[in-house]
């Protein structure tokens, strides 16, 4: 039983890194949009200012 509960163990660290590299990724991704969308707020802004 302490057996299978070690690989049990071991199996779900490395589920949870696949699952938090996916989430790091997905963050990313967030970020970087967002980022892009204020810097095109930002050109408008200085744009409408001209």
């Known amino acids: 039983m302490a057996d ?3 690989g ?4 779900a660290v490395g589920a949870e890194r696949r ?3 996916l989430e790091m990724g997905v963050v990313a991704f967030v ?3 967002v ?3 204020a810097a095109l707020g930002l050109v408008q802004k200085l744009v409408e200012r001209l």
């Open 8 to 11: 049990f163990r071991v199996h």
């Open 19 to 21: 699952r938090d590299g």
């Open 35 to 37: 980022a892009v969308f």
């Open 31 to 33: 970020v970087l949009t």
């Open 4 to 6: 299978s509960m070690g």
